[in-house]
C-alpha cells in the first residue's frame, strides 16, 4: 500500500463526527476520502469555507470555491462562505476541533517546521503558524524519512511554525505521541518492526511495553466518501 495511504487512513481515524477540522496542503487533503460512508466532519477552510466537500467534475468547478492551496473544492448543502477575519478568528480563538498539517520536520520537543526551506522561494507561512497555535489538536501527517533522512529529530533544523507542542505525529511508519517526556511510539505501520522504527528515527523515542499495529485495513482506495 502506498506510503501516503496509510498515513491518511490512520489520521482519518481521529476524526470524529461534529468536529470542525482544518486540513492542510498535500497530503492531509486527502484524508476525507478515508473517512467511514455518513461520517459527519465540517471541514474548514482558512480562505473562508465551512462545509467543504470533494472537488466536484471538472465541468462543474467554481473558480472562486477553492482551498487553502488554490485547488478546486466543492461545497456541502448549508455551507457557509465568511471573511477571512471571521475565518481566522475561528482559528485563533480556539474554536477549531483538529488540524492535520504537512511537516519537513518534528524534533523531541514536538515542535513542528513546516513552512520553508531557507534558500528556496516560498509561497509564505499561509495559516499555519495561526493553525498550530490555536487548535485543539494538532496532527502531523508526513513520510517518516525523505531522501533516506530521518524527518523526526532531536531538534528540528528549519525554521519552526510555533512554539506549541503538537499532539500527534502520523507517518509511514508509526504513530508518536509527544508529551512533556519525550516522543512516545504508540503504534507501528502494518509490516514494520519497532527496529525499523528506531533505525528510521533521529530523536529518541520512548517505547512502552506493548505496541499495536495501526488500526487500518490494508486495501487500495476507496472512492471518495461524501461528507456532510
Not at 496542503?25 to 471541514?43: C, D, H, K, Q, R
Not at 478546486?72 to 481566522?88: Q, R
Not at 516522543?183 to 522504527?197: C, D, F, H, M, S
Amino acid at each position: 500500500m502506498d506510503s501516503k495511504v496509510i498515513i491518511a487512513k490512520r489520521v482519518a481515524l481521529e476524526l470524529k463526527d461534529g468536529m470542525l477540522v482544518n486540513l492542510g496542503i498535500g497530503l492531509p487533503t486527502t484524508v476525507p476520502n478515508y473517512l467511514a460512508p455518513g461520517s459527519e466532519v465540517y471541514f474548514q477552510s482558512e480562505n473562508g469555507i465551512i462545509g467543504m466537500a470533494p472537488a466536484p467534475d471538472a465541468a462543474m468547478t467554481e473558480p472562486s470555491l477553492t482551498d487553502a492551496g488554490g485547488g478546486y473544492v466543492g461545497a456541502i448543502p448549508g455551507a457557509a462562505s465568511i471573511d477571512s477575519c471571521l475565518s481566522f478568528g475561528l482559528i485563533r480563538g480556539g474554536h477549531l476541533d483538529l488540524t492535520v498539517l504537512g511537516g519537513l520536520e518534528v524534533d523531541e520537543a514536538g515542535q513542528l517546521a513546516n513552512w520553508m526551506v531557507p534558500g528556496k522561494m516560498i509561497p509564505g507561512m499561509g495559516g499555519a503558524m495561526d493553525l498550530v497555535t490555536g487548535t485543539k489538536k494538532v496532527i502531523v501527517a508526513m513520510v517518516h524519512q525523505a531522501k533516506g533522512k530521518s524527518k523526526i529529530l532531536k531538534k528540528c533544523t528549519l525554521p519552526l511554525t510555533s512554539i506549541r507542542r503538537v499532539d500527534l505525529v502520523v507517518t509511514d511508519m508509526a504513530v508518536i505521541e509527544p508529551t512533556e517526556k519525550g516522543l512516545v511510539l504508540r503504534e507501528l505501520a502494518p509490516g514494520v518492526t519497532k527496529e525499523q522504527v528506531i533505525a528510521a528515527t533521529e530523536a529518541t523515542l520512548i517505547i512502552p511495553d506493548e505496541l499495536p499495529e495501526m488500526p487500518i485495513s490494508c486495501t487500495e482506495e476507496k472512492e471518495p466518501a461524501v461528507h456532510v
